[in-house]
């Protein structure tokens, strides 16, 4: 068979052996480490924790923490805060000129950015291990139990569950420099991955109870997964390329440039960061309603904590498509890429250099990007039609948002990691005909 040969191919090449092994390894300990409680906290009075985190925005970030959240444990805090300087320190790399300057330093001004966005890290798990802390506190005081006293054991716990965040972070760090690649997406990859069995047994357990007709809506539902996941890879790779020729050059008896190329522009270039930004915008009304005695709010603010609402899923969906448009025009500079091909005697066929090759380049990308940002609002969407549908809280995030996009974007980037080592030892590829494609383009996002 075919995947048996490739499996084959796989474990000959010793060096790509022993990036999967090193691999397996750091992940084996990030996945033990999310079962490490924090010291003085009883295991035993984190049900009313495991309950929170069952639904809504809470059940996602214990997802992106591979279960960590609800565990109480040292890693509870994971990943994200990492992610959220990230995102920030990129915003102000395009709006502050500081931050400009040091990116066209080269490898010593992205060291220097890198630093900051650990410092900026630092202060944001802080701040959330606090939060952490008071809202753990919370949920065992609803059970009848309590939380160590004193100011040692809040201090104590948030410098072990920022240190904690902080190795996992450097456990993506040798993921991408001793693994496989690509090692914080991978982080973030196994903690969905972590909860996906646990959730098809769950859903198959429930519709198996049902009087008649659950195994038949289970299949049908595997197969509306499939069909989800077959649409986001499509919106993961898709991409528009513009044909590029360069002008002939000839020094001496040598002859430069004259062949075509292609610029690929992605349909998605935006990839999640419109859904980690709207939703983030989507949990405001939550706090809104912390401030009001005993949760007593108007019907406007109830509906916009119905995560299966009409208005609540319109107005995220809205945002996503706003916030597609925005990060793609701060990500993607059509003026930067006009000047690149007019400095290397480059032009797009019928088009002037210049001015010209700028608006062309900003009306295609305004085009491929209106259809992109509407498929990303419907896959966004996706799990509350599921929830509609009668599938269970926890097996319908796996029908679209966040953590299907970031599934699938890494699991294609790590097939096409090690399908360019069989290639370069000159083995076959994946697959029969053609190679994977990984997120090509500017942003490769988490």
Do not use: C
């Amino acid at each position: 068979m075919r995947v048996v040969d490739t499996i084959k191919n796989i474990w000959k090449i010793e060096d790509l052996r022993k990036r999967i092994l090193i691999t397996m390894g750091y992940v084996a300990v990030y996945l033990f480490g999310t079962y490490v409680v924090i010291p003085g906290v009883d295991p035993k009075d984190l049900t009313g924790l495991a309950n929170q985190t069952r639904g809504g925005l809470m059940a996602l970030l214990d997802m992106f923490s591979g279960g960590a959240f609800s565990n109480a444990s040292i890693f509870a805090l994971g990943i994200m805060p990492y992610i959220s300087a990230s995102i920030v320190m990129q915003l102000a790399a395009i709006v502050v000129p500081s931050f400009q300057k040091m990116q066209r330093e080269g490898e010593s001004g992205r060291r220097k950015i890198n630093q900051m966005t650990r410092y900026l890290t630092v202060a944001i798990l802080v701040m959330q291990g606090f939060a952490y802390l008071t809202n753990l506190d919370m949920q065992m005081r609803q059970i009848g139990a309590t939380l160590p006293a004193g100011l040692w054991f809040k201090v104590s716990s948030i410098i072990i569950m920022a240190a904690g965040s902080m190795f996992v972070l450097w456990l993506g760090e040798r993921i991408t420099d001793k693994g496989i690649g690509n090692g914080i997406s991978f982080i973030i990859m196994i903690g969905i991955i972590n909860r996906l069995p646990r959730a098809i047994v769950e859903e198959f357990t429930s519709r198996m109870n049902e009087q008649a007709g659950g195994l038949v809506m289970f299949l049908l539902e595997m197969l509306f997964l499939l069909l989800v996941i077959a649409g986001a890879i499509l919106l993961v790779q898709g991409t528009r390329k513009v044909p590029v020729q360069y002008a002939k050059r000839i020094v001496g008896n040598k002859q430069y440039g004259g062949a075509r190329q292609y610029i690929p522009l992605k349909v998605n270039a935006a990839n999640v960061m419109p859904i980690i930004f709207a939703q983030a915008i989507m949990f405001i009304p939550v706090n809104v309603v912390g401030m009001f005695k005993g949760g007593e709010v108007g019907s406007f603010w109830q509906a916009f904590m119905n995560n299966t609402g009409f208005w609540y899923n319109f107005v995220f969906a809205a945002l996503i498509i706003a916030f597609t448009y925005f990060y793609t025009a701060i990500t993607i500079n059509p003026t930067q890429m006009a000047d690149d091909l007019k400095r290397n005697n480059g032009f797009i066929p019928g088009i002037k250099p210049g001015k010209a090759t700028k608006e062309y380049l900003d009306a295609i990308m305004d085009r491929i990007t209106l259809p992109g940002a509407f498929f990303l609002a419907i896959i966004a969407v996706m799990p509350a039609f599921a929830q509609l549908a009668g599938v269970s809280m926890g097996f319908a995030q796996f029908f679209g948002g966040t953590s299907l996009l970031i599934l699938v974007g890494v699991v294609l980037d790590t097939l096409q990691q090690v399908e360019s080592h069989l290639l370069m030892r000159h083995y076959d590829g994946l697959l029969k005909s053609g190679r994977i494609k990984g997120r090509t383009g500017a942003v490769a996002a988490y």
